[in-house]
């Protein structure tokens, strides 16, 4: 029951969070940032049909069209998304206020709490239907990956935009946004960086490792690889260390075999001795 509680509550804040967004800065300056929410702008100019219900409107020939085609996956949360987004943006239209008229700036602002906002909803399990469903729909009905479909959507939608507001820069700012919220959803779902994943490929990896488990009191783990070209076994070194620390790491290996093949990874959430807590 408290996880339930939890999910449904941190939906509702995502798709609150949306709207604000939507509504105080991308709807007031034509800034069409893809998805249903961007033609459901489009249509608020052209026609004056109110953001959130034409939003609704055009979210449920896409639910219905995704259960045929896909079958019943998208369930209850899909629905409240989707229908809480719509009551929200119309709800609050009138009580947001607009801060600037400035193009660049509500882009960015409004894309970053774009980003938060449905980074909170993924993060809690839901969704709020639109172009996430267009995507699998095509992706079931033809070759194109799921990634693909989705910026093939938006950015018609953006084009249209253009089209419809007779301006390629009201485009190019919907791009700049999109991008924005795509990786802010990214950040809140992942995490930020907050170590680095070393793998090591050295004619010296007992050493290496030895050093990096008593200058930095870090942990290594051993693979067993072959090489490619030559054929022959070769020890793969595999260590997490935290952010501040990878120059100490590099200096490591630099001393003990300059021609060491390194890569260098982001990581998220890292869990375990030595950094936080697993948590379940």
């Known amino acids: 029951m408290a996880k339930w509680v939890r999910n449904y509550t941190g939906i509702t804040v995502g798709t609150l969070l949306t709207a604000i967004a939507l509504n105080m800065f991308l709807i007031p300056n034509k800034v069409a940032a893809g998805g249903v929410s961007g033609m459901a702008t489009v249509l608020h100019y052209l026609i ?26 998208f369930g209850v949360r899909t629905l409240y998304g989707a229908a809480i987004l719509s009551v ?11 801060l600037t008229h400035d193009l660049l700036l509500n882009s960015l602002y409004g894309g970053a709490l774009s980003g938060i906002g449905m980074g909170m909803v993924f993060r809690f399990g839901g969704t709020t239907a639109g172009t996430d469903l267009a995507a699998a729909i095509i992706n079931k009905l033809t070759r194109i990956s799921v990634g693909q479909a989705l910026l093939m959507v938006d950015f018609f939608v953006i084009a249209v935009a253009g089209v419809a507001f007779k301006s390629a820069e009201l485009s ?28 090591i490929v050295s004619n010296q990896t007992e050493q290496v490792a030895q050093r990096i488990m008593d200058e930095l009191e870090r942990g290594v783990t051993f693979f067993q690889g072959k090489g490619g070209y030559s054929g022959q076994p070769r020890e793969v070194l595999f260590c997490v260390v935290a952010t501040g620390e990878v120059s100490r790491v590099k200096e490591v290996i630099k001393s003990a075999d300059p021609g060491a093949f390194v890569i260098v990874a982001d990581t998220h959430e890292v869990m375990g001795e030595g950094f936080t807590r697993l948590k379940m």
């Open 88 to 98: 929200f943006i119309d709800a609050t239209a009138s009580y947001t206020p607009v």
């Open 172 to 199: 190019l700012y919907g791009l700049m946004s999109l991008f924005l919220t795509s990786h802010i959803i990214d950040l809140i779902q992942e995490g930020p960086s907050s170590a680095k994943a070393f793998f």
């Open 48 to 73: 004056g049909a109110p953001v959130g219900a034409t939003m609704l409107a055009l979210n449920v020939p896409l639910f219905l069209a995704s259960v045929k085609v896909l079958g019943a996956r």
